[in-house]
């Protein structure tokens, strides 16, 4: 399987895993929603826009990307 494939089915899978999530108390879901969504993100960034051969790329999206979501969630915590 090409890495194209993988990628495709790590999101079906991080797909279903998020709505697999959909039951869950809002408060209790959204830090594996914002995890989920940090790993589709950095799986269509690193497998089909092709960051994975230039890793400062992928690190320059990622790490704000991440901590973007880090306060989204800090922020539902405290809600």
Do not use: E, Q, S, Y
């Not at 990628?7 to 895993?17: C, K, S, V």
């Not at 709505?19 to 959204?30: F, N, P, Q």
């Not at 950095?42 to 051969?53: D, E, P, S, W, Y």
């Amino acid at each position: 399987m090409d890495r194209l494939t993988r990628t495709w089915a790590l999101l079906i899978g991080l797909t279903l895993a998020t709505t697999a999530l959909a039951a869950w108390d809002g408060r209790l879901a959204v830090p594996g929603l914002m995890l989920l969504a940090w790993a589709k993100a950095r799986g269509i960034l690193a497998g089909f826009l092709h960051l994975r051969n230039a890793p400062g790329w992928l690190a320059a999206f990622t790490l704000p990307l991440a901590l973007w979501l880090a306060a989204i969630a800090a922020l539902m915590a405290i809600r």
